[in-house]
């Protein structure tokens, strides 16, 4: 069965830097786009960012431009997600989730989820 | 960068039809993916594509989609079946890029 399991929960200073795993089974791992969620407390879900397994290209909102960076590990099937100069606004649980199909607009969506990850940015 | 729109907040009676709304730009070019999501969970995928649920879904969620407007609607609503919704497509200006809507509180009264 397919599973997305994250990393554990994580405090840092405002200014430094987090990076979230999300370690994939049950499939695959080169064959499927990996999202990543963003979801602030009592706040709605904020896309990320993209990557492909595959041959690691990614894609980011453009609001994280710059402060992002995912990463792959193909050995390991496991995807990366760190997030630069962290402020308090950055608070928030993050989501990886599986695109079912990136190249069929009619097969799209994100059809499985990790955990979540809280991540408290706090001095 | 897209925009994708929901009412913040719909009530429906046990038992009774809602349907959510999301619109936007990018709606005219692709479809809209629905999520539901209960407190303290992960989002789950509802309605995929033109009208497709994944498996394990009830059949009371379907979707539809009109110019510029995605609807999710649940005939027959259940108690189990509040929860925030959000809808989520590619981004209309690079189709690279993905947004959520600003997402739909329903309560089951």
């Known amino acids: 069965q397919v599973q997305l399991v994250q990393s554990g929960a994580e405090v840092k200073k405002p200014g430094a830097s987090v990076k979230v795993s999300c370690r994939a089974s049950?499939?695959?791992?080169?064959?499927?786009?990996l999202h990543w969620v963003r979801q602030a407390p009592g706040q709605g879900l904020e896309w990320m960012g993209i990557?492909?397994?595959?041959?690691?290209?990614?894609s980011y909102a453009q609001k994280f431009q710059g402060r992002v960076t995912m990463t792959r590990d193909t050995s390991t099937s496991t995807v990366y997600m760190e997030l630069s100069s962290l402020r308090s606004e950055d608070t928030a649980v993050f989501y990886c989730?599986?695109?079912?199909?990136?190249?069929?607009?009619?097969?799209?969506?994100?059809?499985?989820w990790g955990q979540g990850t809280l991540v408290t940015v706090s001095s | 960068s897209s925009e994708l729109t929901q009412d913040p907040a719909v009530s429906v009676a046990l038992g009774q039809t809602v349907r959510i709304t999301c619109q936007g730009d990018?709606?005219?070019?692709?479809?809209a993916s629905w999520y539901q999501q209960k407190p303290g969970q992960a989002p789950v995928n509802v309605i995929y594509?033109?009208?497709n649920r994944p498996s394990g879904i009830p059949d009371r969620f379907s979707g539809s989609s009109s110019g510029s407007t995605a609807s999710l609607t649940i005939t027959g609503a259940q108690a189990e079946d509040e929860a925030d919704y959000y809808c989520?497509?590619?981004?209309?200006?690079?189709?690279?890029?993905?947004?959520f809507g600003t997402g739909t509180k329903v309560t089951v009264l």
């Open positions: 990018s709606l005219r070019n692709y479809y």
């Open positions: 049950g499939y695959t791992f080169t064959s499927y786009y």
């Open positions: 990557i492909y397994p595959g041959g690691g290209s990614t």
């Open positions: 989520n497509s590619r981004d209309s200006s690079n189709n690279h890029l993905e947004v």
């Open positions: 594509g033109k009208n």
């Open positions: 989730a599986r695109e079912r199909n990136r190249y069929s607009i009619e097969q799209g969506g994100m059809d499985y």
